[in-house]
């Protein structure tokens, strides 16, 4: 079936460095990703919206200079945080929309998350 | 701007008590409505998907209803196992290309 993979699911670094997460679309075309930010015991929060080939559309209060997205092809969307700081420590998931390529049905599928946390 | 809610935030019960996930929505003029449920630390899993033309879908001890012009959806869990414990989020759509809203979560617990 339409599976996401997100990679890493947790990575520590040091504050004003940059951390790149990944998210691959397996056995579908993603045509839309959605990146999500969550807090501890907080819903998920909508960062941006991406179309593949497309500038990523962001959410109002969302930084597009420091939440870098790149979604340069079918199955592949990447989040890179840039100069991070301890307030940028959450829990980020990535969505895919699109068609499987076997079954040409609509699909979404969330990815595990990766926790990320500043020091 | 759509915005969803859940009630309770957070419920605790014995096992095998029949249980009910309450979401409210806002905006009536959606395009479908999910249930997902969330391990700690983990991603997503969807339970159940009704679309705006649905009243009900039900899968194995699970069972969402959808009430659009009340804005109102329930999640009935029959007969709870100490496995069902989880976050689970409702989240609505507003249209075939629209984002996702997610709900405020309801953390469930369910004791021996």
């Known amino acids: 079936g339409a599976v996401v993979s997100q990679h890493p699911s947790w990575v520590i670094c040091k504050s004003g460095t940059s951390v790149k997460i990944e998210c691959r679309s397996l056995?579908?075309?993603?045509?839309?990703m959605f990146w999500y930010r969550q807090f501890p015991k907080q819903s998920l929060m909508l960062m941006a919206t991406s179309n593949e080939g497309s500038k990523a559309t962001y959410e109002q209060g969302v930084e597009k200079d420091k939440f870098l997205i790149n979604h340069a092809s079918l199955t592949l969307s990447t989040l890179t945080v840039t100069s991070a700081h301890p307030e940028d420590s959450s829990f980020y998931i990535c969505?895919?929309?699109?068609?499987?390529?076997?079954?040409?049905?609509?699909?979404?599928?969330f990815g595990a998350g990766s926790r990320l946390t500043v020091l | 701007k759509q915005e969803v809610t859940q009630i309770p935030a957070a419920l605790s019960v014995p096992e095998g008590e029949n249980l009910v996930l309450n979401c409210s929505f806002t905006d009536s003029a959606i395009y479908n409505l999910q249930w997902f449920r969330q391990d700690p630390g983990k991603g997503l899993t969807s339970l159940l998907l009704i679309q705006s033309s649905q009243r009900e879908q039900t899968s194995g001890r699970l069972n969402a209803s959808l009430d659009k012009s009340s804005g109102r959806s329930t999640l009935y869990i029959a007969a709870s196992q100490p496995g069902d414990s989880a976050t689970y989020l409702c989240a609505v759509r507003g249209g075939t290309a629209s984002k996702l809203t997610f709900g405020t979560g309801t953390r469930l617990q369910v004791t021996l």
């Open positions: 056995d579908f075309q993603a045509t839309t």
């Open positions: 969505s895919a929309s699109g068609q499987g390529i076997r079954s040409g049905a609509n699909v979404l599928t």
